[in-house]
């Protein structure tokens, strides 16, 4: 089992930035894939950012690239999200989650992710 905590979140005003952390416990994640997504009220979930194992590729969502980055050190067993440039319509609570399966790439879709945390609410003012 693996136990996925984040942290970071919070109210923050337009063109600020925030980090968000995801604690991993339990079991190491190093071996998996780690993903951040988010869900506004009313909108279904969806992913912003994903890093591999290694750390070597990660993929983004359009509306973030540019802005967020996503890393992880396996050492602290630990994927940040570091988010730049915020927009009101960044609001919206953020889970980190992470993909078992070894073979498939970042995946994008949340039913391929098998552990999830809780969630952090991050809220952006105008």
């Known amino acids: 089992q693996v136990q996925l905590v984040e942290s970071g979140g919070g109210l923050a005003q337009a063109a600020a930035s925030l980090r968000l952390a995801c604690a991993a416990s339990?079991?190491?994640?190093?071996?998996?894939?780690v993903a951040w997504f988010r869900q506004a009220p009313g909108k279904e979930r969806e992913f912003v950012a994903g890093?591999?194992?290694?750390?070597?590729?990660?993929r983004y969502a359009d509306s973030v690239k540019g802005r967020f980055t996503i890393s992880r050190t396996n050492a602290q067993n630990t994927v940040y999200l570091q988010m730049n440039s915020l927009r009101p319509e960044d609001t919206a609570v953020y889970y980190c989650?992470?993909?078992?399966?070894?073979?498939?790439?970042?995946?994008?879709?949340?039913?391929?992710?098998?552990?999830w945390g809780q969630g952090t609410q991050v809220t952006v003012s105008a």
């Open positions: 890093i591999s194992r290694t750390g070597l590729t990660q």
């Open positions: 339990g079991r190491t994640v190093s071996s998996y894939t």
């Open positions: 989650a992470a993909d078992t399966n070894p073979i498939v790439a970042i995946s994008t879709l949340t039913n391929a992710y098998d552990y």
